[in-house]
Structures are given as structure tokens and as C-alpha cells.
């Protein structure tokens, strides 16, 4: 019954809000169709919308009804905020464009201009919400390009400066201490990460010891995307993992997957000050995510692909961290890979990390 009314509620929501389900396309008539078209010139089907593929998703029947339950609310809000008299522009324009953004499509299936409006969308609300302006981008990626890291263990002092970096460059939660970036300390002549101590409290570097950096690698195998229940994480044409935290649903598999211990969730709603949020975001980077999703290092997206390096690079004081384009032979990172004797973590499991280690 619950499922009948919120269908019948979507439609009618969709055509209030100018989202008519499309028609279907037919083929001007006496066009010849190919022996391996099914349509026998009658129909061509039509991409689902952002609603058609909430509802075609398979889910659990609990993910189910809790989805039901939030769409039915969201979608009453709207209808009695459409009838009050006292609600203002502002608060409606928000609450519209809080239903479209909850019935958006999986980031990855979106045109260009549905990527387009979803910015807007995000953009917008944060301005009425918060009375400021933040530039989301939805770039690409950049057509022969394909991201690598090396890490030199010799250079790193654990100084933390790269982990400070991160977090204020990418947004990350204030009150839970969330960190993207470890920096492990390891005695001489052994690297144990079981043994070794990445909350220390002392003054660095610390005698008779060496330090190591870990984040997400970005695998050319990772694991992490192949047990995604609902897609939410892919691996773009230029090597960086990514997360649509829209469409997360927070089962943490990825986490459970990753080697590298490279995810982190999101226990709570993050906590950033005003003065302190990074206004120049990325639709699949550093814009504020939300409870009860995964995130984690994109190699700062949102620099990368404008030309810059990751704020961790820039902000390392003793140049341990280079980071560029594998495809390009005259690039700091080719130099290290072809001169320096390098090595990643856990090569047996054939994830293919774009991550190097290596020592002068």
C-alpha cells in the first residue's frame, strides 16, 4: 500500500516539477534498422531518470522501506510546504531543489548537462543555506593522463604537515579527527605496520626510527569497487578511485575490502567551521559529504585536473611525496620509477596499487 501511494506520489511530483517520464523515440518511418536492432520499428528505449533508478535498484527489503519512508516524507514536505502560506520563497526553492537532488540519478550514468545541474543545484542550496557561495566543479578527467605516487622514505621526518593539509584542503570532519593520510612510525630495520605507531605524540623524527605514509593507493584492481552493491565507487579513465556519496549507502563493504586500510566512514554529520570550509570543491572530491557515507583520498581532484599537485605534496616540508602523470616520460614520477629502486604494499594481491615506495 506504502509503495502504491509513493509511486502515484512521485508521478504526480515529477509533473509539478516539470520531470515528465520522456516519451518513447520512434524512428522516423521507412529508416531500415539493423539485423541486431530488437525494436522491429516500433520503439527505441529511453535512459532511466534519476527516480526510475532509485526504484529499479535491487535492495534489500529493508533498504527498501527505509528509502520508501524518506522519499514519502521528502515528498510530503514539498507538497505541504507548496500550500503554506507562510513558508518563503527561499524555503521552497530549498526544499525543490532537495527533491530533485534526492531523485537524482548514479553520478557516473548522468549526461553532461545532468552532471551540469546537479552543481547548480548543490551550489544553490549551499547559498541559501548558508548566505556564501562555494564553486563545485564537475571536470573530467583529462584525456591522456593516468595518476601515479611515490613516496620517498628516506626524506619523510613525520612532521604531519601533509596530513594537516589534507584535511583542510578536503574538507574533512573537525570533531571526529578524520584523517585520509597515516603517517606510520617503524623502528630501523624492519617495516611491521603491526607493530608500528601512527598517533604519536612526540617530538619527530624520533631516534632509532623511520616513517612511512599510507592513504588510498588508487588500484588499478581495487577491490573496493568490485564489491559495491550499488555502484557508488569507480575507477576513472585517469587511475583515481572515486565515491558518489549521493549514492552511497554507508554497507561499508569497500572498507571491508580495501588492503590498504585507505576508507573512512562517516559516523556523524561532519563538523567544519564557516571560516575554515574550502569554497573550491569537486562534485567527486572535496565537498562536504554527508552521515552515514564512505570517503577518502582523491588525489585532491578537485587540484589535480586543473593543473596542480595534491595539497599533501605541496605542503611536505622535506619533498618526500611526488605525485604525476604515468603516461608522461618526462614527469618527476617516471624519473623515480626508472632510477630508484621502488616497491608497493602487498604486490601479491594483485591490486596494482599506484603507489611507489622507495629510498635514496
Not at 562555494?134 to 626524506?155: D, H, M, Q, T
Not at 584492481?221 to 572515486?242: F, H, L, R, S, Y
Request: proline letters at 5%; a negative charge.
Amino acid at each position: 500500500m506504502i509503495y502504491i501511494i509513493m509511486i502515484d506520489l512521485i508521478e504526480l511530483l515529477k509533473k509539478r516539477l516539470g520531470h515528465d517520464s520522456p516519451e518513447p523515440v520512434h524512428k522516423p518511418s521507412g529508416e531500415p534498422c539493423s539485423d541486431s536492432c530488437g525494436c522491429h520499428g516500433s520503439e527505441v528505449a529511453v535512459a532511466d531518470d534519476g527516480v526510475d533508478q532509485i526504484f529499479k535498484k535491487k535492495v534489500t527489503r529493508r533498504q527498501a522501506f527505509k528509502s520508501l519512508t524518506a522519499g514519502l516524507a521528502a515528498g510530503y514536505g514539498i507538497m505541504t510546504s507548496a500550500c503554506s502560506v507562510t513558508e518563503s520563497d527561499a524555503d521552497g526553492e530549498s526544499r525543490k531543489l532537495k527533491w530533485e537532488e534526492y531523485f537524482k540519478g548514479n553520478y557516473k550514468l548522468m549526461t553532461d548537462e545532468e552532471k551540469e545541474a546537479t552543481v547548480k543545484r548543490l551550489e544553490r542550496l549551499h547559498e541559501l543555506k548558508n548566505k556564501d557561495r562555494v564553486e563545485i566543479s564537475a571536470g573530467g578527467a583529462i584525456p591522456g593522463v593516468l595518476y601515479g605516487y611515490a613516496f620517498n622514505i628516506s626524506k619523510c621526518q613525520g612532521y604531519m604537515d601533509c596530513v594537516n593539509a589534507c584535511v583542510e584542503e578536503n574538507n574533512q570532519d573537525r570533531s571526529s579527527q578524520m584523517q585520509y593520510i597515516r603517517i606510520h612510525e617503524h623502528k630501523n630495520g624492519a617495516i611491521n605496520f603491526e607493530h608500528s605507531e601512527d598517533n604519536f605524540f612526540h617530538e619527530v623524527p624520533a631516534e632509532g626510527h623511520f616513517y612511512m605514509g599510507t592513504q588510498c593507493f588508487h588500484c588499478e584492481n581495487p577491490p573496493c569497487v568490485d564489491v559495491c552493491p550499488v555502484q557508488a565507487t569507480w575507477k576513472e579513465d585517469d587511475g583515481i578511485v572515486v565515491v558518489d556519496y549521493d549514492w552511497c549507502v554507508g554497507c561499508r563493504y569497500c572498507m571491508a575490502a580495501c588492503p590498504y586500510d585507505g576508507r573512512r566512514f562517516n559516523w556523524s554529520t561532519p563538523e567544519i567551521p564557516k571560516e575554515e570550509l574550502n569554497k573550491d570543491q569537486h562534485y567527486l572530491g572535496n565537498r562536504p559529504r554527508k552521515q552515514g557515507v564512505m570517503e577518502k583520498c582523491t588525489f585532491c581532484v578537485q587540484r589535480t585536473r586543473s593543473g596542480q599537485n595534491p595539497a599533501c605534496v605541496e605542503a611536505c616540508p622535506t619533498g618526500a611525496r611526488v605525485f604525476g602523470n604515468l603516461l608522461d616520460p618526462e614527469s618527476d614520477l617516471r624519473w623515480v620509477l626508472k632510477n630508484k629502486k621502488v616497491f608497493r604494499l602487498k604486490e601479491d594481491l594483485g591490486t596494482e596499487p599506484k603507489f611507489w615506495y622507495f629510498m635514496d
